[in-house]
C-alpha cells in the first residue's frame, strides 16, 4: 500500500481485531500493507495487537516505546548476512558473541535499538531486557525484512561486518569498525586507527536549513566509479590527515545517501559504496578530492549523486588528471 493511501491506526486496529491474532508476516500478507504502515510514527506490530486486545499491556511503557521507535528506524536494515544473525541472535542461538564479527554484529544491534549513547560493554545487559513480545516482533520482522533484501556478499573486511551496498545507519557503522558510544561523533568524517580507516559519510543534498554555507560541501560522483569529495573547510594540503588522503597511508570507505530529511522513521540511513583510491586533489580549505572507488555504484545510487550542471564544470579536472 503507497504511503499516500496509508491506513490509520485505527483501521490496522479494526482490521487486526477483525481477522484475529496472528503473526507479523501472516497479517501483511493478508491485508497487503506494508510493514512501513506499522512503524512510521507509530508503535509497530506489538502495539497494535494491545490495541487491538491481542498482547498484555508493556510492563515498562517508556521502554516499551522507544523499542517500538527503535524497531521502525531498524525497517532499512538490507543485509542478509546481518538479518541472518539478527533472527538467530534474538532466537538464542548466538549466545554469547565469540569472534570480533560476531561482537561487532551485537554492537550493531545494541546501536540501532538503544542509540549508540552508552558503552559496548553493557550491550548484553541492554539487549536482555527486550522480551516478550517485542522479542518475537524482532524476530518477524527479521524474516520479513530478509525476504526483501537484496542477496549481499560476505563482508568486505573479516572483522568490519559491512556488505557492499548495503544500507546502515551511521552509529552501524561506526559500531561495525569497533567504535565505542558512536552516537557522540557528530562529524561526517572519522578515522580509525585500529582498521587505519578513513570513513567518510556524505549526503549528496544539502539544503540552507540542514546545513551552514561552511559545511555545504561539492560532493558527488563524476562518473559510477569517480567521486567528488571535499574536504573539511579547514584542512590545509600539509595537514598530516590530508597527506594520509593522499598517499594512501590509509584506506578511505564511502557511505553515501541523498538527503537527511526525517520521513517518519529516523535520520536516512547510507550506503556502504565501498573502499575508495586517492586520484587527484586541487585546493585547499576545502581540499578537492577525485577518488576512484573498488565497486561501481549501484545505478539507482549514482542517479541521484551523479553531477549536476552546476557542478559538472568542477569534474573536468578528474577526467585531465
Known amino acids: ?149 537484496r542477496d549481499t556478499s560476505s563482508p568486505l573486511q573479516a572483522d568490519v561486518p559491512l556488505c557492499l551496498h548495503s544500507r546502515y545507519s551511521k552509529n552501524e557503522v561506526l559500531a561495525a569498525f569497533g567504535v565505542d558510544k558512536p552516537a557522540h561523533m557528530r562529524e561526517g568524517v572519522k578515522y580509525i586507527a585500529e582498521h587505519r580507516a578513513d570513513v567518510f559519510f556524505v549526503t549528496i543534498n544539502k539544503n540552507e536549513r540542514e546545513y551552514s554555507e561552511s559545511t555545504r560541501y561539492s560532493d558527488y560522483a563524476i562518473t559510477e566509479e569517480l567521486f567528488h569529495w571535499e574536504s573539511q573547510s579547514g584542512l590545509s594540503a600539509t595537514a598530516p590527515t590530508a597527506e594520509r588522503y593522499i598517499h594512501g597511508s590509509s584506506t578511505v570507505h564511502l557511505l553515501i545517501r541523498q538527503t537527511k530529511r526525517d520521513e517518519g522513521w529516523g535520520a536516512p540511513p547510507y550506503t556502504y559504496a565501498g573502499p575508495m583510491r586517492y586520484v587527484s586533489c586541487k585546493g585547499e580549505r576545502p581540499i578537492a578530492f577525485v577518488w576512484k572507488l573498488d565497486h561501481a555504484l549501484p545505478s539507482e545510487v549514482f542517479q541521484y549523486a551523479k553531477a549536476t550542471p552546476d557542478n559538472a564544470l568542477q569534474a573536468d579536472f578528474a577526467a585531465e588528471s
Open 1 to 149: 500500500m503507497a504511503n499516500a493511501n496509508r491506513p490509520t491506526w485505527k483501521e490496522l486496529q479494526n482490521e487486526l481485531r477483525k481477522l484475529g491474532d496472528m503473526t507479523l508476516p501472516r497479517f501483511l500478507d493478508v491485508t497487503n500493507f506494508e510493514v512501513e504502515d506499522l512503524y512510521r510514527n507509530r508503535g509497530g506490530w506489538t502495539a497494535l495487537r494491545r490495541a487491538a486486545g491481542f498482547a498484555a499491556a508493556a510492563s515498562d511503557p517508556a521502554i516499551d516505546t522507544q523499542l517500538g521507535r527503535a524497531f521502525g528506524r531498524a525497517l532499512h536494515i538490507d543485509d542478509t548476512v546481518r538479518l541472518t544473525f539478527m533472527d538467530a541472535f534474538f532466537r538464542g542461538m548466538v549466545w554469547p558473541p565469540e569472534t570480533v564479527r560476531e561482537h561487532r554484529m551485537q554492537a550493531m544491534l545494541d546501536v540501532a535499538l538503544w542509540g549508540g549513547t552508552e558503552p559496548y560493554a553493557d550491550a548484553a545487559v541492554r539487549l536482555s531486557r527486550i522480551k516478550g513480545d517485542r522479542r518475537v516482533e524482532l524476530v518477524e520482522l527479521a524474516e520479513i525484512l530478509r525476504g526483501r533484501a
